[in-house]
């Protein structure tokens, strides 16, 4: 019999993604034909043009004068700095003084934009401090646009002074960025990106233009696109603010703007993941409601940031659909005020231009908040003898008294406390409030859930929260907790522990609608079991590098288990492990399930038998989005179909050890390893 394995990934990012062909110059924002039409435009006293260009003129001053200083040193949120300020404002200086050169011929502007580069070039010597690559990052950019621009116009510009700038872009400001930094918040690597891409393009070095580009679309930690914005347009800062939103993605419009200018599209990747991202924080922005993953704030919604102009029109003129959110954002809030933000924004029209505009309707809403996890509301009503506790009153009191009665315990809203693992025993039903009602482990308990005899049958959990942090409300910066979490010596704490000694003493086991989070090793973990199931559940932000190590503990970790089910449930965001690490289990359906971000692969299995894995999402994972491993014996009788695996740092399905294999309809692009079939018979 003759099986064909597709592994479903994208050629090396040399054939696929990246750039092999000679650089277009000028070529970050704008191409020399994108300049042109600006100038045209503004020449002609075109609107929106002409207000642009008489907003620019007033923030253009030739009286500026650049302070060099030969080393930046910037702490957190511009704390201490010495030459942070008159880096960045001379970053927007030289490119804004350089726009106008281009826009007017008046040479004053060129020599000024010329004074500011050489100023720089010449003095400064290195970056320190905890801003040192996100200055880089963000104003670098601003500088070699500036400089792309003087170096391919007669504006003067000396070949000893170009190759000043050039030496200090190379020794000063690449070496800053070139590693990128993704422990940080995403929107420092998506300004690297930008920036980095740039320095590529301005030195004409392809390795450098492509290592950004590779990380763009392959990434680590919170760095590239699909682990920057989550299917449906939620950025990784939308819980923290969304003034760093506004500051994430327009970063990555710039990369995508540049691509553009190259011949390469960042736009429609991940199902245009990047216009998903600017129409969830345009729309809410604009007084809109939006789902969400976490904990909501509106913290900076009322601050607009210039980015919009460039996604908006790529949208609008090249595929003529129209962004309704970011369109609604700049009528009411940033064209009136708006300078490169709206000139450089508007490439020069194409005459391919389809002629029916329509609206953006690509969000791809996986599994959507509202449905997935602990709901918002009260979710149910439950029958009248059921037992009640209150925060502060005893869980394991009532699972006591409750047990071999059938009745099902209703947490109430608030946070409860646990001061020992809490024991379930057969028949225990437990149901919270939504997400009012959260179980938190006090600090000192290393395990939230256990269970409380060997043979344990009917439990059923569902409707609440289990945190897994060391305090219950989060940092305003997610980031800075889950950094917390990932450390060596961060406490051990994992949530639900359900094992038995032998096979199959622990059945007809049910999570349904639950949140489990933040826990440093298993998020759920059970051994030994029959008939499971796990529904709409959110088990994501587990396992992390404690003790005894990295890739020990994951969001679900399943042993020696058959006939389980697990559907519409999200597996994200393990720092060091698998969203689903399945061994020695039979008869498991894994259906409509998102596996993204988490530092291993989506979802691993080993020494399994009768696995059926569809219509699942597998992305932006640290090794492969579906992994069948061979320890000692392959998985065998392996269905995986109408599955999407994309932008995973290896395979989109590595599945060549799997015995008696069916892969059928499944979708993968822009994954690490190249594109090839193997066919074998058995």
Not at 332 to 360: D, M, Y
Not at 632 to 643: E, F, G, K, V
Request: with cysteine.
């Amino acid at each position: 019999m003759k099986y064909r394995i597709l592994l479903l990934v994208c050629l090396f990012f040399c054939i696929g993604n990246g750039i092999a062909k000679d650089f277009v110059h000028p070529g970050m924002a704008q191409s020399r034909e994108d300049l042109d039409y600006m100038r045209e435009m503004v020449q002609k006293g075109v609107q929106p043009w002409k207000t642009a260009f008489d907003n620019l003129k007033e923030h253009t001053s030739l009286a500026f004068t650049p302070e060099p200083f030969v080393e930046i040193s910037v702490g957190p949120y511009g704390a201490n700095s010495i030459g942070g300020r008159e880096f960045s404002e001379s970053a927007e200086a030289a490119y804004n003084h350089a726009l106008m050169w281009y826009i007017t011929r008046n040479k004053t502007y060129a020599r000024k934009s010329i004074e500011i580069l050489n100023a720089w070039s010449y003095v400064l010597r290195g970056f320190d401090a905890n801003n040192a690559k996100l200055n880089v990052g963000l104003f670098g950019y601003y500088y070699l646009n500036a400089a792309e621009i003087l170096k391919y116009t007669d504006a003067g510009w000396t070949a000893k002074d170009i190759e000043q700038f050039t030496q200090m872009v190379l020794t000063v400001l690449y070496p800053t960025i070139k590693d990128f930094f993704t422990e940080a918040n995403g929107n420092w690597d998506a300004s690297i990106i930008s920036t980095m891409m740039c320095i590529g393009i301005f030195t004409d070095n392809h390795e450098i233009f492509n290592r950004a580009v590779e990380r763009f679309h392959r990434e680590e930690g919170n760095s590239g696109i699909t682990r920057y914005l989550y299917p449906g347009g939620q950025c990784q800062e939308t819980t923290r603010d969304w003034d760093h939103v506004q500051l994430g993605i327009g970063e990555l419009a710039k990369a995508a703007q540049t691509a553009a200018t190259q011949g390469l599209d960042f736009y429609s990747v991940a199902d245009d993941r990047l216009a998903q991202g600017f129409e969830y924080a345009s729309r809410f922005m604009s007084g809109g409601h939006i789902n969400l993953f976490g904990v909501f704030t509106d913290r900076r919604s009322d601050v607009f940031k210039d980015i919009y102009e460039s996604i908006y029109h790529h949208y609008k003129d090249v595929r003529s659909i129209i962004l309704p959110y970011t369109e609604k954002v700049i009528k009411e809030h940033t064209r009136p005020k708006s300078s490169i933000g709206f000139l450089t924004a508007v490439k020069v029209p194409t005459s391919n231009t389809p002629a029916q505009i329509s609206s953006f309707a690509n969000f791809d809403n996986f599994l959507k908040p509202t449905i997935i996890g602990v709901l918002k509301e009260k979710p149910r009503k439950l029958p009248s003898n059921s037992v009640h506790v209150k925060p502060g009153e005893s869980i394991q009191k009532a699972i006591d008294f409750s047990k071999g009665t059938g009745k099902w315990i209703i947490l109430e809203a608030g946070v409860h406390t646990l001061k020992a693992p809490l024991k379930l025993y057969s028949g225990t039903r437990l149901v919270g409030q939504g997400r009012k009602t959260i179980l938190f482990p006090a600090p000192q308990i290393g395990t939230a859930i256990i269970n409380g005899e060997d043979t344990l049958t009917d439990v059923t959990i569902r409707d609440l929260l289990l945190e897994g942090a060391i305090k219950i409300i989060e940092n305003a910066n997610p980031n800075h907790d889950r950094r917390g979490r990932s450390y060596m010596n961060a406490p051990s704490r994992e949530g639900i522990i359900l094992k038995s000694m032998e096979k199959e003493r622990l059945q007809n086991i049910s999570f349904e609608n639950i949140t489990i989070q933040n826990f440093t090793k298993n998020g759920l973990a059970i051994v030994g079991g029959k008939y499971i199931r796990i529904e709409k559940c959110d088990i994501s932000d587990n396992g992390a590098s404690v003790v005894p190590g990295a890739g020990f503990h994951h969001n679900l970790y399943l042993s020696y288990i058959s006939d389980a089910e697990i559907i519409s449930s999200r597996f994200d965001t393990s720092p060091y492990g698998n969203g689903v690490n399945v061994t020695f289990c039979n008869n498991l359906k894994i259906t409509n399930v998102e596996v993204a971000r988490n530092g291993l692969s989506g979802i691993r299995c080993a020494e399994s038998n009768r696995i059926v894995i569809t219509d699942c999402l597998a992305e932006g994972n640290g090794e492969n989005g579906i992994f069948m491993e061979k320890q000692m014996h392959s998985c065998r009788d392996i269905t995986i179909q109408h599955n999407t695996m994309q932008h995973n740092k290896g395979y989109g399905i590595d599945a060549t050890t799997a015995i008696q294999l069916s892969m059928k309809d499944n979708s993968g692009n822009q994954n690490g390893k190249k594109l090839f079939e193997e066919e074998r018979n058995e």
